[in-house]
């Protein structure tokens, strides 16, 4: 009896908070998803897919296996949590004001006493996506102007050498052992080396900005950034160390959200 091979999988939010916040884990997970799933129908063989998925941050697994231009294998369609946002920012102000100066159960108490009036003008995609436990409904308040959120990744990466930084100690069978000059993993005819971990710090920012303060010369300045290292301290990290990989955003009446992704530079080892 010959092997059974699926001709089809489902896939249910294949990522977590913590893994697409993470390059390495997301890249990892795209290989997954790529090779081995994908691949599970064996060799000349097509199988089908069908992927749920929740985008976190930019560049997320979700996100990537979204892009048609990037993954058009995928016959993909992305919805918005929320298509129009409520009109009324002046309740909504208010109701964010009673949350900061309260908490949250008595900014909930607000909403529902005001919720007509606060719920116009919003459409959601879908209504009963929402924790009745601590919320009265799917609508969102508009973003504000000054809100962020930070995310990042330490889990590492790798490097191949092929020469150590010192010999501690060196045996052989019998008589001397040979001197390799440090070099690792050698072999009759080569140097293999072998692979370390080191260490990896990545973080992005999201930045809710007043819709006025992105101009075309911001972004433009954005753009010419992309790829450079600082020249100065730059929170914690010293001059050279911290390198920017790029920015995204979308704008809506009140504010942009501007993300940007930022690495930690190791060099050599």
Not at 43 to 63: F, H, M, R
Not at 104 to 115: I, S, V
Not at 135 to 161: K, L, M, N, W, Y
Not at 237 to 260: I, M, Q
């Amino acid at each position: 009896m010959g092997a059974i091979r699926p001709s089809l999988v489902l896939l249910d939010d294949p990522q977590t908070r913590q893994s697409a916040a993470s390059l390495t884990q997301t890249r990892r997970r795209m290989e997954l998803l790529n090779g081995d799933v994908l691949g599970m129908a064996g060799p000349g063989e097509q199988i089908a897919a069908v992927l749920t998925c929740t985008k976190i941050y930019d560049a997320d697994l979700a996100d990537q296996v979204l892009d048609r231009e990037k993954n058009p294998e995928w016959d993909s369609e992305c919805t918005k949590l929320v298509y129009a946002f409520p009109t009324n920012e002046t309740l909504w102000d208010e109701y964010a004001n009673v949350r900061r100066a309260e908490d949250h159960t008595a900014a909930t108490d607000f909403y529902r006493r005001h919720r007509d009036a606060m719920d116009a003008g919003a459409v959601v995609a879908w209504a009963a996506r929402y924790d009745a436990r601590t919320e009265a409904s799917a609508i969102r308040p508009p973003s504000e102007v000054g809100e962020s959120s930070f995310a990042f990744d330490t889990s590492g990466g790798t490097q191949h050498i092929t020469q150590s930084l010192g010999t501690i100690a060196s045996y052989a069978a019998s008589g001397t052992p040979p001197n390799f000059g440090g070099a690792v993993g050698v072999t009759h005819d080569s140097v293999e080396g072998v692979d370390i971990t080191i260490p990896v710090y990545s973080f992005s920012e999201t930045h809710f900005l007043d819709a006025a303060f992105v101009t075309p010369a911001y972004y433009g300045t954005l753009f010419n950034i992309t790829g450079k290292v600082n020249n100065a301290s730059f929170k914690g990290l010293a001059a050279g160390e911290c390198l920017f990989l790029g920015a995204s955003g979308s704008s809506g009446s009140r504010c942009c959200v501007s993300s940007s992704n930022i690495s930690r530079l190791v060099l050599g080892w």
